[in-house]
């Protein structure tokens, strides 16, 4: 069985390489010039594995008046005479309820455990150097209002294998000295241990290396797919935009928000939209040895996010990456200076030590459904094509898993998990 893939990100290039694994001829399609590029090039670097709450919450009826008014928010929303936005955005807001969201919460949680156990067997078998630690994850709250909800919350997920515990303040500044810089500020945090982080690009390129080198696959860079071939009820070619026909027995489109108007053009419509987010890379001097700081450390050990100005921290290597920002109907691919411009004044109040101006900014869209769950499916109308889209903020934690669940379903017609809630909707 040969299989086309198309987009060679993070989401992509795992499905390659599962595919690959078990068996199966692979011909692996990129537009850009190399792996890794889009979303996948400098995102937070967290693999949040127990931490996947949705961003449709009932919260958000709450929070909407804020995204509307203040142009700092670190959500905002931008209307557009765009009827796909509204579309999405009517959908979203009607995922904004307690059931839906601990559906999708539930959901999430499965298919994030098997990613995590499937990129600890690949590296296992194939070593990849991404910058990869098992540091642990704190999700910081000023508000007891709001630390006192994810109390709940944590709650909740542990009935479902989740291994969390709250923390005060002196407790959250005692697993991350670096927190001490909130002062009175932090009222406590949500302490996930197992979490982990790593370099998506990184971990992208190695990967597509080792597919690249693969004795059953073909590899294709600047190859940016134009539309599909189709003959009763099949996909029969996939068109590149130099006229070129990639034939396969089966196709799979991961190329994020890309797919949307590639599978447009054959009268299929996806619940995706682009979710603007920034980041900073910013060098980290050498630690200081122990005792001879002088202070709290200026940059987090462990990987850390900031719920309320909805701002992660993550150190890969010798680079602090901050990440933040969900812009919805932005679909520029420039950075605003403005939306730099706050982000790095969230960091100053947060870690006043750390050399902010140094930073390099990078901006993407994240490619997300309204409910927050990503898409692995066969398409209703063609019965060789599939679907492997749609994971928002969770690419890089849910990559690996979507790659087993989507092998399972072409080769059994059922996964490992409950495949349901990923369906086509």
């Known amino acids: 069985m040969q299989i086309a893939i198309i987009g060679a990100g993070v989401i992509g290039t795992a499905t390659a390489w ?13 537009g850009r010039e190399g792996a890794g590029l889009g979303t996948s090039y400098a ?39 765009d009827p796909r936005q509204w579309c999405w955005l009517a959908a979203f807001l009607k995922a904004c309820n307690t059931s839906t969201a601990q559906a999708s919460t539930k959901a999430l949680l499965r298919l994030s455990y098997l990613s995590r156990d499937t990129l600890h ?10 910058h990869h630690r098992d540091n642990g994850k704190l999700i910081a709250y000023r508000s007891p209002h709001l630390l006192e909800k994810a109390r709940r919350q944590v709650a909740y997920q542990a009935g479902h294998g989740s291994a969390q515990r709250i923390l005060d303040r002196r407790e959250a500044v005692a697993v991350e000295p670096a927190l001490a810089n909130l002062g009175d500020a ?3 945090c949500v302490y996930t241990p197992t979490e982990e982080v790593g370099d998506c690009h990184l971990f992208t390129r190695g990967l597509f290396e080792h597919v690249r080198a693969h004795p059953s696959a073909s590899v294709r860079t600047g190859a940016h797919v134009a539309r599909l071939r189709t003959r009763e009820g099949r996909v029969t070619g996939a068109q590149l935009d130099n006229g070129d026909i990639i034939e396969a027995d089966h196709f799979v489109v991961a190329n994020g928000l890309q797919s949307y108007d590639l599978l447009k053009t054959q009268g299929l419509t996806v619940p995706l939209y682009g979710l603007k987010g920034y980041s900073l890379s910013l060098p980290l001097p050498p630690d200081p040895p122990d005792g001879q700081s ?43 200076p403005a939306r730099v411009r706050h982000l790095k004044a969230e960091v100053r109040g947060s870690f006043p030590q750390l050399a902010i101006e140094q930073a390099e900014a990078w901006a993407g869209e994240r490619p997300a459904t309204p409910d927050g769950k990503p898409i692995i499916d066969r398409s209703r109308r063609f019965e060789n094509l599939w679907l492997n889209l749609g994971h928002g903020a969770l690419g890089f934690t849910l990559a690996c898993g979507s790659a087993v669940l989507l092998n399972a379903l072409m080769t059994n017609g059922r996964g490992p998990i409950d495949a349901s809630p990923f369906g086509i909707r």
């Open 43 to 81: 995102n937070a670097g967290q693999l949040s594995y127990d931490y996947v709450a949705p961003l449709a919450d009932p919260g958000v009826f709450h929070d909407l008046p804020k995204w509307l008014l203040n142009p700092s928010s670190p959500l905002r929303f931008r209307p557009r005479p």
């Open 186 to 188: 932090l009222a406590g």
């Open 294 to 336: 002088g202070g709290p450390p200026a940059a987090p050990s462990v990987s850390v996010t900031d719920y309320e100005r909805r701002t992660v921290y993550a150190r890969l290597g010798n680079v602090l990456r901050i990440a933040a920002m969900v812009d919805m109907g932005d679909s520029s691919p420039d950075i605003d």
């Open 121 to 130: 067997a690949w590296l296992r078998e194939t070593p990849i150097d991404f």
């Open 18 to 30: 599962e595919l690959l694994r078990q068996g199966k001829r692979v011909i692996l399609l990129e």
